[in-house]
């Protein structure tokens, strides 16, 4: 009888081992994943807190957004992107991107809508104002009718709330007719972080024109990284708790038979 007790309490104490062994096994990985995604976003995304309203409704003023770190020549139409141009402002500015090298953006077409190659634009993201454009709609695309041919290099920038944003429209009579150089971009903005977490949408307005819409950053998976991660940590430190809570419940019952 001792030899079969002593079997047995080995056999215990090895699953124990074992499960400890295993325990700290996913404690590591998921401390890398969580350590890993912050480090990760860190070195791709830059927070931006936005100033003025001339992208309501896409942001707010106060909104704290995540931009990631791109080069200009990876700027697509449709983008909001994070850019500094001195003869705008010293400042930072957040504007969308409607046109792009060798494009002919007009304002407007019939209805009241923004046209890029005399393909009407659906901009379901503009904030609806009663702009009193003449001949046109209540919501029209811009009150300020325009034509630019986008020189090679260069972007045409509007902001979404197009009743009060200063943007390329307000630059018309500058050299590049209002246009900034892709080299003005800094980062491409991703989402929208505080007080409310939301993707920022790539327009499907722009899919159907030459070179399509931008594909998003990898953020989705960084937050997956770090929430599998804590999820680990957790679990894999939870273990050796319970396992002792268990192992106490079975002495107990095995002292009860006895």
Request: with cysteine; aromatic share 6%.
């Amino acid at each position: 009888m001792g030899g079969t007790r002593a079997i047995r309490a080995g056999d215990g104490d090895g699953r124990g081992a074992l499960g400890s062994v295993l325990s700290g096994v996913v404690v590591a990985i998921g401390f890398v994943l969580f350590l890993g995604g912050f480090v990760w976003g860190a070195v791709v995304y830059q927070p931006y807190t936005v100033p003025t309203d001339s992208m309501v409704p896409t942001v707010n003023p106060g909104d704290r957004m995540l931009a990631q770190r791109i080069g200009g020549g990876e700027v697509h139409r449709g983008d909001v992107v994070v850019f500094r141009d001195q003869q705008w402002s010293d400042s930072p500015m957040v504007k969308r991107v409607v046109g792009i090298g060798g494009d002919t953006v007009k304002c407007c077409g019939a209805g009241g809508r923004l046209t890029v190659n005399g393909k009407e634009l659906d901009e379901p993201y503009i904030d609806v104002e009663k702009l009193d454009l003449a001949g046109a709609p209540d919501g029209a695309a811009s009150r300020t009718p325009f034509e630019v041919t986008v020189p090679e290099g260069n972007l045409f920038l509007l902001g979404d709330r197009r009743g009060s944003s200063l943007d390329s429209r307000a630059h018309l009579q500058e050299a590049g007719q209002g246009t900034v150089p892709r080299s003005a971009v800094m980062a491409r903005v991703d989402a929208v972080a505080w007080p409310d977490l939301s993707m920022v949408e790539r327009p499907k307005a722009y899919a159907a024109l030459p070179g399509g819409t931008s594909t998003a950053g990898p953020l989705l998976l960084q937050v997956a990284a770090v929430v599998a991660g804590a999820a680990l940590v957790v679990l894999g430190a939870a273990y050796g708790p319970v396992v002792r809570v268990f192992g106490r419940g079975r002495r107990r019952e095995r002292a009860d038979v006895r």
